[in-house]
């Protein structure tokens, strides 16, 4: 007994072993690499000056870089990928057959969506902005400075132009 009338209790003692070692397996199993959706295992880091970007898909207008960060955009599964326009760099009213989800890396990039494709409409999305819009509705963008978007998603990844004549893949 202590003072006040407190009573010592006696801690049994007690094998910390088969503890230990479950809390070490459990530990082993987490720490498994975890299996991206689209099947790879490695870790992918890009520090600004390292991506290598090259021209854009003929799916684009001329003047626009692609760097492909994640995945392949042409095949199912997830995939990321950066797009780089310099100023005034513009994308015809078109849609995408999936959702699409955009996020401002730099510049601003501005954005009319649905019937409203004019300029006058447009939202614009400065660096640090995220998007996202469903399949199939109609938008126009541009670039305002040169701009870098981070798109995602799950591929394949589509464009489809509103006027079939602006779609660059059609040009003479």
Not at 32 to 59: C, D, M, N, Y
Request: glycine share 12%; net charge neutral; aromatic share 6%.
């Amino acid at each position: 007994m202590l003072a006040g009338g407190i009573e010592v209790m006696k801690i049994q003692s007690i094998s910390l072993s088969p503890i230990i070692t479950g809390v070490v397996f459990l530990g082993c199993l987490l720490a498994q690499p975890v299996r991206a959706q689209h099947g790879s295992t490695q870790a992918g880091l890009f520090p600004p000056g390292e991506i290598q970007w090259k021209a854009g898909p003929p799916s684009l207008p001329r003047g626009a870089e692609i760097a492909i960060l994640e995945g392949d955009p042409s095949k199912e599964g997830p995939f990321v990928m950066r797009i780089r326009m310099p100023d005034g760099y513009n994308i015809p009213p078109h849609t995408h057959p999936k959702t699409e989800h955009v996020t401002v890396i730099s510049g601003v990039f501005e954005i009319a969506m649905g019937d409203q494709l004019e300029r006058s409409a447009a939202h614009p999305m400065p660096a640090g902005t995220f998007g996202f819009w469903p399949a199939g509705m109609k938008h126009t963008v541009w670039a305002k400075g040169e701009s870098v978007v981070q798109l995602h998603g799950v591929g394949p990844w589509g464009i489809n132009y509103v006027n079939p004549a602006d779609d660059p893949r059609k040009a003479k």
